[in-house]
T-cell receptor, first 116, second 113 residues
Framework: GAVVSQHPSRVICKSGTSVKIECRSLDFQATTMFWYRQFPKKSLMLMATSNEGSKATYEQGVEKDKFLINHASLTLSTLTVTSAHPEDSSFYIC????????????FGSGTRLTVV | AQSVTQLDSQVPVFEEAPVELRCNYSSSVSVYLFWYVQYPNQGLQLLLKYLSGSTLVKGINGFEAEFNKSQTSFHLRKPSVHISDTAEYFCAVSDFGNEKLTFGTGTRLTIIP
C-alpha cells in the first residue's frame, strides 16, 4: 500500500531558529501534499496544499513567510518553520495524494515540534 | 462550505461491547466521507471511506459505517471492541471536486477492561 515517511518524528529547537520537516511518498508519486497542524486534544487544521512544481496554497490565517512549503518533486515535500517561537510548538502531519489513489490520502506519522 | 460534527469527545466502552461513534456533516454538494484512527503520537490511518455505491461501508479492524444522506450522518460502528481499539477517531468529509479534507474534532475511544 501507499506509504508516506515523515521525518523527524520529534524535534526540539531553540526559539528563533528554523526547523525543516520532510515528507516523502515512498511507493507512489504524490501530486498533491497537504500539511496539517494539530493542537493538543484538537482536530487537524489544514495549513496548506501543495502541488508538485507549484507554489503552495495557504489557508486563511496561516503565515506563508513563517511556514515555508516546498514541493519540488513528486516524492518530497518539506515544511520549514522559520524563526520558531514557543507558540509554534505543535504536532505537524503531512498527507499525500497520488493521481490514481481512488481518493486515498496517506498520512505521515507526524512530527512533534517543541520550541524552547 | 463543508463541516463535520462529532458530538462525542470521549466514549468509554467495556471490552467486547459494541460501540457507535457519531458523525454528522453539512455540505451543499455531494460528498466523500472518511473515518480515520490516530494512535498516540502517530499520524492518521484510514479505517474506511464512502465514495459512492452501497451505503454500508466495511473497513479494517472490524469497523463499518453507514452513510445516511437524509440524516447527513456517517456513524462508525464495531460490534465488539478490543483494548487495542483505544485511540482517537476522526470523521472527515470532502466535497466532490475538492481535494481538501475537513475533519471533525475527534472522539477518544477508551476501552475498559
Amino acid at each position: 500500500g501507499a506509504v508516506v515517511s515523515q521525518h523527524p518524528s520529534r524535534v526540539i529547537c531553540k526559539s528563533g531558529t528554523s526547523v525543516k520537516i520532510e515528507c516523502r511518498s515512498l511507493d507512489f508519486q504524490a501530486t498533491t501534499m497537504f500539511w496539517y497542524r494539530q493542537f493538543p486534544k484538537k482536530s487537524l487544521m489544514l495549513m496548506a496544499t501543495s502541488n508538485e512544481g507549484s507554489k503552495a496554497t495557504y489557508e486563511q490565517g496561516v503565515e506563508k513567510d513563517k511556514f515555508l512549503i516546498n514541493h519540488a518533486s513528486l516524492t518530497l515535500s518539506t515544511l520549514t518553520v522559520t524563526s520558531a517561537h514557543p507558540e509554534d510548538s505543535s504536532f505537524y502531519i503531512c498527507s499525500a495524494r497520488g493521481q490514481a489513489t481512488n481518493y486515498g490520502y496517506t498520512f505521515g506519522s507526524g512530527t512533534r515540534l517543541t520550541v524552547v | 462550505a463543508q463541516s463535520v460534527t462529532q458530538l462525542d469527545s470521549q466514549v468509554p466502552v467495556f471490552e467486547e461491547a459494541p460501540v457507535e461513534l457519531r458523525c454528522n456533516y453539512s455540505s451543499s454538494v455531494s460528498v466523500y466521507l472518511f473515518w480515520y484512527v490516530q494512535y498516540p503520537n502517530q499520524g492518521l490511518q484510514l479505517l474506511l471511506k464512502y465514495l459512492s455505491g452501497s451505503t454500508l461501508v466495511k473497513g479494517i479492524n472490524g469497523f463499518e459505517a453507514e452513510f445516511n444522506k437524509s440524516q447527513t450522518s456517517f456513524h462508525l460502528r464495531k460490534p465488539s471492541v478490543h483494548i487495542s481499539d483505544t485511540a482517537e477517531y476522526f470523521c472527515a468529509v470532502s466535497d466532490f471536486g475538492n481535494e481538501k479534507l475537513t475533519f471533525g474534532t475527534g472522539t477518544r475511544l477508551t476501552i475498559i477492561p
